[in-house]
Each structure stands twice: as C-alpha cells, then as structure tokens.
C-alpha cells in the first residue's frame, strides 16, 4: 500500500468501534459493536456497564477490522485512539488496550479529540472543504458551534449550557414510550422522534422561542424539554397516553419538538454566520457550514438547516448518518489528517485521558 494507512479506535462513550481509513479517504476495514439497544432499555448509560461492554468487545472490532482491511497491525503507519471527551471508564478501555497493542512495537500513536474528529469527518466525504468552516456538532453528549480553522484548531462561539439535544431527543422518546412500539425496536431515541413525528403537526404546540435574549451562541435544550415532558405527562393525565389510539396527539407532540429544537439551532446557526461573516472569520462568498454529531443524521433538521445556510449564501455539508453517529472511520481519518500536518504524534505514556474538556 503506497498511501499512509491509520488505524483508528473509539470508546468515548457507548459504541466501541475501530476503522482503517487510507491517506486519500478510503475506508479500508472497519467494525463496531453499538451498546444503543442496551442503554436504551436501561433508559440511560450506565458508566460500568458500558466500561464492561467495551472490554468484551474491543479486542473483536479491532481484529475484525484489521481482518476487513486484509492487513496485520504491522501494515499501519499509526494507530489513532479517542482520548477526549467521553465517559472517563469508556475512554479508560480504549486507552489501555491501544498501550498493550502498541507494546513492542514503535508505531507512532495519535491522541484524538472526539469532537474535533465529527467535525472533520466532513473534510473526508468531500475533499473541497478547506479551512476555515463553521461547524454545528449536536449529539447525545454535546452540542456546540465552533470555527474549524486547522485540524487541531477550533474556535468556540458557543455550548450548551445544559443538556445535549440528543439527550433531549432520548429524554421525549422514552416519556413517550416510543421504543416499545415493535417498528420501533433498535432505534436511539432521535431516530424513534424523528420517525414518530413524521406527519405530525410542527405547530400543534407553540413555544416560545429558546434563549431568545441571550446574544450568543449558546445553547439550553432543558427548559424545553421540560415543557414537553410535562405536555406528555398532562396528555397522559387526561387522555391516557394509548400509542395505539392517540397517535396524532404523540406525533403531533414529537413534531413540535423537533421544531423547537430546529428554530433554536437555525437561530444560533444564523447568528455565528453573520458574526463570522463581520469578523472574517469565513470567506464572504461559499463558506461551508458542516453539521455532525448524532443530531444530525435527523433529516427533517438537515432540510431546516439547509434552507438557513441557503439563505446566507453558505453551504450545508452533513456526513451521511453512518459518519455522523459515533464511529471508528472518524478517528481515523482524524488520524490521517493529523499525520499530514505531522504534529500529531505523541507519547503514548505520557497521554491521559481526559473526560471534559
Ligand atoms: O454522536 P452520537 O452517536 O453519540 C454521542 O453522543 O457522542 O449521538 C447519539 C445521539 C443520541 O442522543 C441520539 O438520540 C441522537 O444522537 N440521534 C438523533 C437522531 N439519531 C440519533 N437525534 C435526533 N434525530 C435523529 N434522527
Ligand atoms: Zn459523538
């Protein structure tokens, strides 16, 4: 193999997965074996439960994906594994198997930031964006706006002051019960809304909009979420919340939602374009905006965003959801992307992983 070739390894958080992605992007071999069904039904990650899962099965998705790239540990130029942020027990697994792994072997290893890695996934799917771009990164762990202006260079314009979207999205599912609906089975809990308010009415429950006198790029998804837990509880209370008979009034109630989450981030995605565009901090004309994070994969958000970028002139690049949910391919390639600038190389000895940051 004449390209470089990176091993990537991620257990942040409840999927433990593993990629070997080539210098020009090429997905070589990967596997991942995804505790979503599990915590779904426990309604939550439970850290030791999921620290328990990642050692079953890390040495399984590393192999096996080394094995789908037809090549042995020796074949790599450089393993690349999460080191932040995550679960700290998650990241613990993912950092003490990489150390026996690379044990008596000089490989160079490279340390990578979840987050950084979903941004620049983008840059794999589409070799056209370059430095500087907006990125929008809405999970089940994180939500936050930043300028990407290098690989390991991110300007923060705005987080979440409480909860993540995702954590929203999971939150309103299970209030709901979606999950025990048969069609349901195996979806996270975006997926089961997403679905759910397919035909619902967006405006049966009007809020008013979120952190609308705070001028930033801030986010809250709590009080929200709130307000629509307490819908669901007061539907419950009257009419007796039977999915199988009150069907409008559930997606109608998942509908909303989704919109109130899409006006809050169009709103925040429409003032960190303008704010970037005043203080050059993106080109004026075909400025990239990428969306990523578990979030993202949801469609009817996707469209919502699109119209906002549309509307300021800029363009709106998402990963296609596989890219988009946790997975080894982004490490990778955040691997590749920091061999290119050669900085990225560490000792692995004195790395530590570090749960927030
Ligand atoms: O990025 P991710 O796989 O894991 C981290 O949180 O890092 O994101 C998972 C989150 C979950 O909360 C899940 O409910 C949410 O992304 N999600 C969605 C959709 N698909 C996944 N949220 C809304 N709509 C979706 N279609
Ligand atoms: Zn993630």
């Given at each position: 193999h004449s390209k470089r070739i990176v091993l990537g390894i991620e257990s942040s958080c409840d999927d433990t997965a593993a990629a070997v992605v080539d210098e020009a992007g090429t997905v070589l071999g990967e596997a991942i074996n995804s505790q979503t069904e599990l915590h779904v039904e426990v309604g939550g990650i439970v850290p030791h439960v999921a620290r328990d899962l990642h050692q079953l099965h890390i040495d399984d998705v590393v192999q096996s994906t080394l094995h789908n790239a037809g090549i042995s540990l020796e074949d790599v130029d450089a393993v690349a594994t999460t080191v932040k942020p995550g679960l700290h027990m998650s990241l613990?697994?993912?950092?003490?198997y990489t150390k026996q792994l690379l044990k008596n072997t000089w490989k160079p290893f490279?340390?990578?930031?979840?987050?950084?890695?979903h941004a620049l996934t983008a840059r794999m799917i589409d070799s056209s964006i370059e430095f500087p771009f907006l990125v929008l990164l809405a999970s089940g762990g994180h939500c936050l706006l930043a300028v990407a202006e290098a690989v390991d260079h991110f300007l923060l314009l705005g987080k979440s002051l409480d909860v993540a979207p995702g954590d929203s999205f999971d939150k309103i599912a299970r209030a709901l019960k979606?999950?025990?609906?048969?069609?349901?089975?195996?979806?996270?809990?975006?997926a089961a809304v997403e679905l759910m308010a397919k035909g619902g009415d967006p405006h049966a429950f009007v809020r008013t909009p979120i952190m609308q006198a705070h001028v930033n790029c801030d986010f809250s998804f709590s009080g929200v979420q709130t307000r629509f837990e307490q819908q669901i509880e007061k539907q419950e209370a009257e009419l007796g919340l039977d999915l199988n008979r009150v069907l409008p009034s559930v997606s109608d109630i998942c509908a909303s939602f989704q919109y109130n989450i899409l006006q809050h981030l169009s709103n925040r995605v429409q003032r960190a374009i303008i704010f970037c565009h005043r203080e050059k901090l993106l080109p004026?004309?075909?400025?990239?905006?990428?969306?990523?994070?578990?979030?993202?994969?949801?469609?009817?958000?996707?469209q919502g965003l699109q119209r906002v970028c549309e509307a300021h002139g800029t363009r709106l690049v998402c990963p296609p959801p596989k890219l988009c949910t946790d997975n080894g391919i982004m490490i990778a390639w955040n691997g590749i992307e920091k061999l290119k600038t050669g900085l990225g190389i560490e000792d692995i000895n004195s790395v530590e992983v570090l749960p927030r940051c």
């Amino acid at each position: 193999h004449s390209k470089r070739i990176v091993l990537g390894i991620e257990s942040s958080c409840d999927d433990t997965a593993a990629a070997v992605v080539d210098e020009a992007g090429t997905v070589l071999g990967e596997a991942i074996n995804s505790q979503t069904e599990l915590h779904v039904e426990v309604g939550g990650i439970v850290p030791h439960v999921a620290r328990d899962l990642h050692q079953l099965h890390i040495d399984d998705v590393v192999q096996s994906t080394l094995h789908n790239a037809g090549i042995s540990l020796e074949d790599v130029d450089a393993v690349a594994t999460t080191v932040k942020p995550g679960l700290h027990m998650s990241l613990d697994v993912g950092m003490k198997y990489t150390k026996q792994l690379l044990k008596n072997t000089w490989k160079p290893f490279i340390p990578i930031h979840h987050m950084e890695a979903h941004a620049l996934t983008a840059r794999m799917i589409d070799s056209s964006i370059e430095f500087p771009f907006l990125v929008l990164l809405a999970s089940g762990g994180h939500c936050l706006l930043a300028v990407a202006e290098a690989v390991d260079h991110f300007l923060l314009l705005g987080k979440s002051l409480d909860v993540a979207p995702g954590d929203s999205f999971d939150k309103i599912a299970r209030a709901l019960k979606l999950v025990l609906l048969p069609e349901y089975q195996g979806l996270c809990g975006g997926a089961a809304v997403e679905l759910m308010a397919k035909g619902g009415d967006p405006h049966a429950f009007v809020r008013t909009p979120i952190m609308q006198a705070h001028v930033n790029c801030d986010f809250s998804f709590s009080g929200v979420q709130t307000r629509f837990e307490q819908q669901i509880e007061k539907q419950e209370a009257e009419l007796g919340l039977d999915l199988n008979r009150v069907l409008p009034s559930v997606s109608d109630i998942c509908a909303s939602f989704q919109y109130n989450i899409l006006q809050h981030l169009s709103n925040r995605v429409q003032r960190a374009i303008i704010f970037c565009h005043r203080e050059k901090l993106l080109p004026l004309n075909d400025a990239t905006v990428v969306l990523s994070g578990g979030v993202a994969s949801n469609q009817f958000l996707r469209q919502g965003l699109q119209r906002v970028c549309e509307a300021h002139g800029t363009r709106l690049v998402c990963p296609p959801p596989k890219l988009c949910t946790d997975n080894g391919i982004m490490i990778a390639w955040n691997g590749i992307e920091k061999l290119k600038t050669g900085l990225g190389i560490e000792d692995i000895n004195s790395v530590e992983v570090l749960p927030r940051c």
